[in-house]
């Protein structure tokens, strides 16, 4: 009997700790914020010229994709996790993206805040072409 | 029962494994990153808030296991292990799924360090947690098996903490991961509490054997006296870790129900059986030997329930000792209520304490009912197990507010349980105490 009162918390605590878990997720992604399922998806030219801004910026010095560069941080199937808004939010770093990123990296990324704003959407176009 | 300190309890439990999690969102957080990769890192954080708070589970804090009984803490350390288990794979499937390219990682043999971190500890979880289980089919001692226990679960911790430090996302705030940091440290130092602090005040409230009585059914009585305070206060049913022939810190323990009265604390009587390496030893102890006490624990105590108005007991073999505590203070007390013991033995001659029951009949308004698994000539009592007929025939059913103690080997557990529950008595009046704690 009282395992079963043991064992009914323990199945109760589980349950309660995984809507936590499911909670602190939705609360860090509204859904709003989220890859809408049916996007469009971008432009093959812009992909391409992302592509090709990806590697010009030497992004692949801490990402990886496909395999290609550092796989500490890889980015496939990136689209499929964040909106383009926010994929250009990781790449060029506003000040409310400060906690978001390692101090280092935060400072290293400023630097591409001065892109221009082609490259930037091409970049991200290229990201959410990633799913 | 004390509904309101089970529900504070559980209540701080609650907070310490979730207040972690909470801290991630606290000052600047960082942006998400995904629903499915924010709460698979959720899980991991959840996981390790878990595996965490089982050092203090089995660290035997008396005030906050009491309510419980230190069976139930017991149990629930051993299923939450389970579902911490089950929240690390959950994490690391998730992430992986929200992180294709990660599997390209494990296998380039670029492995980063908390990367490699992460993949011992969820092998070194699941190694502590196999080992648990099955420990009996592997043959393992208890002893040893506990040592290893403590080891790998230190080190599975302090794995999973440099994991999080290597790779933390959320704690890129110092001050967050410093308290992340500190707070699953701290529970490792629970270790050192438990092995260091508790066995030091241990030797600093010794008991001494006086005597060693031998029983029937290849059981010994030992009794201890404190020397130099005033002994243990306990409550009738509940037992103690013992340590003999060993410095408390050994590690050397092993739990036994205190059998004398609690109004007595200066002389605990431990009645004790002969199952195995250490309980066959008793015979050999020389009265004079120092030996070490922790408790009292357990919530199996008449003294929970005063407001009853008799009690049920229904022992099988050793498991007379609790009982014995709970009758032998009740006839001090002078209590007036009326009493009823079922106690199950294989043969006459096993029937621990036959004849002390019997003088106890004359203090207390007490049945008692012997129950031989093998009669014999001229037997005419019952013969055969507690099954549901035995105690139809003898328990006051009628009676209002009475309140069941069992205690005895698993199987009898399992079955007198289960008779109470097919005569009818509620669940909430009937309580057990299993000697099988591991
Ligand atoms: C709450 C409680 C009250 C108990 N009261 C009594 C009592 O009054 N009289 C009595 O004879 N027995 C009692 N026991 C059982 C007693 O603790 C075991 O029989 C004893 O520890 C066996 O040790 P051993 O080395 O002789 O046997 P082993 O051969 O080492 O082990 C036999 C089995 O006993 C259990 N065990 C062994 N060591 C420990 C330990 N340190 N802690 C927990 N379990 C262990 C394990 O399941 C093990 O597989 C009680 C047990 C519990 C949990």
């Given at each position: 009997m009282r395992e079963h009162l043991a064992r009914w918390l323990a199945l109760t605590t589980g349950l309660l700790l995984l809507a936590a878990a499911l909670a602190f997720a939705r609360w860090q992604n509204p859904l709003e914020g989220a890859p809408p399922a049916t996007?469009?998806?971008?432009?093959?030219?812009?992909?391409?010229?992302?592509?090709?801004?990806?590697?010009?910026?030497?992004?692949?010095?801490?990402?990886?994709?496909?395999?290609?560069?550092?796989p500490q941080h890889p980015l496939d199937g990136i689209g499929a996790r964040l909106s383009?808004?926010?994929?250009?939010?990781?790449?060029?770093?506003?000040?409310?993206?400060?906690?978001?990123?390692p101090a280092e990296v935060f400072e290293f990324k400023q630097q591409f805040r001065d892109l221009p704003p082609e490259d930037l959407d091409a970049l991200s176009a290229y990201l959410s072409s990633l799913r | 029962m004390n509904t309101n300190r089970i529900i504070f309890w559980i209540a701080v439990y609650l907070a310490l494994v979730l207040a972690p999690l909470g801290l991630l969102l606290a000052g600047p957080v960082p942006a998400g990153r995904g629903f499915a990769l924010d709460a698979a890192l959720a899980l991991g954080y959840l996981a390790l808030a878990v595996m965490g708070v089982q050092f203090l589970l089995t660290a035997r804090f008396r005030r906050a296991t009491a309510p419980f009984g230190i069976d139930i803490i017991y149990y629930?350390?051993?299923?939450?292990?389970?579902?911490?288990?089950?929240?690390?794979v959950g994490h690391v499937l998730l992430v992986y799924r929200a992180k294709p390219g990660l599997g390209a990682l494990l296998l380039s043999g670029a492995m980063p360090w908390h990367l490699a971190a992460a993949c011992a500890s969820l092998g070194l979880f699941a190694l502590l947690i196999g080992l648990s289980l099955w420990r009996k089919q592997l043959h393992t001692h208890y002893e040893p098996w506990r040592r290893l226990h403590g080891a790998l679960a230190v080190a599975a911790v302090l794995l999973a903490v440099a994991h999080v430090e290597g790779s933390g996302y959320y704690l890129h705030e110092p001050w967050k991961r410093a308290a992340w940091t500190g707070g699953a440290l701290g529970w490792v130092l629970l270790i050192g509490y438990i092995r260091l602090l508790k066995p030091a005040l241990m030797l600093r409230r010794p008991y001494r054997v006086t005597a060693v009585q031998a029983e029937r059914a290849n059981t010994w009585t030992l009794t201890l006296q404190p020397e130099g305070h005033a002994g243990l206060r306990f409550l009738p049913g509940q037992f103690t870790w013992l340590t003999l022939g060993h410095s408390p810190f050994a590690a050397n323990e092993h739990p036994f129900s205190i059998a004398s009265s609690a109004e007595h604390p200066e002389r605990l009587d431990l009645t004790i059986k002969d199952l195995g390496d250490f309980t066959h030893t008793i015979r050999?102890?020389?009265?004079?030997?120092?030996?070490?006490?922790?408790?009292?624990?357990?919530?199996?105590?008449?003294?929970?329930?005063?407001?009853?108005?008799?009690?049920?007991?229904?022992?099988?073999?050793?498991?007379?000792?609790?009982?014995?505590?709970?009758?032998?203070?009740?006839?001090?007390?002078?209590?007036?209520?009326?009493?009823?013991l079922l106690?199950?033995?294989?043969?006459?001659?096993?029937?621990?304490?036959?004849?002390?029951?019997?003088?106890?009949?004359?203090?207390?308004?007490?049945?008692?009912?012997?129950?031989?698994?093998?009669?014999?000539?001229?037997?005419?009592?019952?013969?055969?197990?507690?099954?549901?007929?035995?105690?139809?025939?003898?328990?006051?059913?009628?009676?209002?507010?009475?309140?069941?103690?069992?205690?005895?080997?698993?199987?009898?557990?399992?079955?007198?349980?289960r008779g109470l529950h097919g005569l009818g008595v509620p669940q909430r009046h009937v309580r057990s105490e299993l000697f099988d704690l591991v």
């Open positions: 996007a469009p998806a971008p432009a093959p030219a812009l992909v391409s010229e992302g592509s090709a801004v990806y590697e010009a910026q030497g992004c692949a010095l801490c990402h990886a994709i496909g395999g290609e560069g550092d383009p808004e926010r994929i250009r939010g990781f790449i060029a770093p506003a000040e409310a993206m400060r906690a978001s990123l | 629930f350390h051993r299923l939450i292990a389970l579902v911490g288990l089950a929240l690390l050999q102890v020389k009265p004079g030997a120092a030996a070490y006490l922790d408790g009292p624990y357990g919530a199996f105590t008449i003294d929970f329930h005063p407001a009853a108005s008799g009690f049920v007991f229904i022992a099988g073999g050793v498991g007379i000792a609790p009982v014995m505590s709970m009758l032998r203070t009740l006839a001090d007390r002078g209590d007036t209520r009326p009493l009823t106690y199950g033995n294989m043969h006459w001659e096993n029937v621990i304490f036959r004849e002390e029951l019997e003088a106890l009949r004359a203090r207390l308004p007490l049945d008692v009912v012997h129950v031989l698994q093998e009669g014999h000539e001229g037997w005419d009592g019952e013969t055969g197990f507690l099954t549901q007929d035995v105690l139809a025939r003898h328990l006051p059913l009628a009676a209002e507010g009475r309140e069941y103690f069992v205690c005895g080997p698993k199987p009898m557990i399992a079955l007198v349980e």
